[in-house]
């Protein structure tokens, strides 16, 4: 069976910052982090290490005595307003981490600007060894998997090199997506995916929806989503990470528990559907 290898997303455990991140999932059966630069939404933690070069090098640092490596980079927003030039100092900086990937969120309702600022957005990622990684939300303009391929499939020339459609299991199930839609992402389009459960059935109200997937998602296996199924209809050498904030489970059974419960029921899905997990 192919290594998979198993990412720490920055979500599961926003109050830590990178280094601690580092530490937490060397020590907890993870091969690989995520960081967040920028806040998703306003207020929220973030470590912007692309603006603090004595930070940022600290963590280049620590990563150079790791196995741990950096999987993903978040957030950019593809919105109304998006400006290439103010974010090249966070494609720098995620390259010098060694980032494979940026997620990016469609956030524009105007579809042509929106698929030409990612076209832009791709092209500059090329530029820094990275992957812009577009992925589906319901509550954004970008909201199912046949959505993002439409933007995806447009980004040509240089762009095409980093063109990439992010697979999340609990936005995929709570969307208009098919299994078949997951299978039919080309393979060079697909660089990692995010795994979560959820309950059954989806909040219907919007807010509730963002709510829970930003605060109550559920450990892998112990939902109503079907993640392995999901998991299955990917490349078997997807590298896989637990993206999973549940503030009131974390607390019950403090950090390190909880992270290696993620880290286990992460593995037994993984072995489900054929892959073999890297830690």
Known sequence: MSRVTLGLAALTVLDCDPLAQIDLAEHHGF?????????????????????ERARLDAVRHRLE????????VEILRLTPDFNLTSVRTFLEASQLLGARAVLVAGNDAHRTR??????????????YGLVAALEPMPWTQVKNVREALEVVALADGAAAMARSVLVDTLHVARSETTLEDIAAIPAEWIHYAQ????????????????????????????????????LAALPLNTPISVELP??????????????????????????????????
């Open 31 to 51: 091969d690989a982090i995520g960081v967040r630069l920028t806040p998703a939404s306003p207020g929220t933690p973030a470590y912007p290490l692309h603006e």
């Open 65 to 72: 005595d790791s196995p741990i490596e950096v999987l993903d």
């Open 114 to 127: 929106l698929t030409d600022n990612y076209a832009l957005l791709a092209q500059a990622c090329a530029e």
């Open 195 to 230: 795994l979560s459960d959820g309950s059954v059935p989806a909040p219907r109200d919007e807010g509730e929806l963002i709510r829970q997937a930003r605060e109550e998602r559920q450990v892998p296996g112990e939902g109503g989503i079907g993640v392995a199924g999901i």
């Open 246 to 279: 549940n503030e009131q489970l974390r607390r019950a059974a403090g950090t390190g528990p909880w992270l290696d419960r993620l880290a286990a029921a992460a593995r037994s899905v993984i072995d489900s559907c054929g892959k073999t997990p890297g830690a």
